[in-house]
């Protein structure tokens, strides 16, 4: 594996080493000693994955509060979406700032979303689909985010937003300094 750290300190895009040949490849996704030798954490609490119908679908800016907040590996395993992560870290130097990258069932990336951070994305074709492995168990007194359109984050999304939830688009303007 490939592990590509972002501008924002502990985030990272993994990319897959395939071997292949006349069957087609052959690529680990995730090895416990690896992570842990790139300072990540590398527990596995609970895995999801998240199916989605129509291309223009948002989901996001999700996280979890302490005393359950998480770390998350999201790869799309299905279709393409535009997968954005943003530091709401106190204290740290980059608090408030996100990256994006293009997640595909076709280049099998991973973002690694360090605990701290909220993270969401938005589809980019029909039937996408996204596994997570997450860190912790999913707590519901604990969830939280920030809305998707908070200028305090000024995030741009690639197309106008198709589907969305009502909880998503009801989180309040986010308060500095931070979530966590």
């Not at 969830?143 to 690639?158: E, L, S």
Request: net charge negative; aromatic share 12%.
């Amino acid at each position: 594996m490939i592990f590509e750290e972002t501008e924002l300190k502990g985030a990272f895009v993994i990319k897959p080493e395939p071997s292949a040949d006349e069957r087609g490849f052959f690529a680990r996704t995730f090895c416990r000693r690896e992570f842990e030798a790139h300072g990540l954490d590398p527990r596995v609490g609970q895995c999801s994955i998240s199916f989605n119908h129509t291309k223009g679908t948002l989901r996001g800016m999700h996280f979890q509060r302490p005393p359950r907040v998480e770390a998350r590996l999201v790869r799309c395993t299905r279709g393409a979406a535009y997968d954005v992560i943003l530091d709401l870290r106190g204290g740290s130097p980059t608090l408030g700032r996100w990256v994006a990258n293009e997640l595909t069932g076709e280049n099998c990336w991973g973002v690694y979303v360090p605990a701290g951070f909220a993270h969401g994305y938005q589809t980019l074709e029909d039937g996408t689909e996204l596994a997570y492995q997450m860190s912790e168990l999913y707590d519901p007194a604990a969830a939280g985010g920030v809305r998707w359109d908070d200028p305090a984050f000024a995030i741009t999304w690639p197309a106008a937003v198709r589907t969305i939830s009502p909880k998503d688009l009801g989180y309040p303007d986010f308060t500095w300094p931070s979530a966590f």
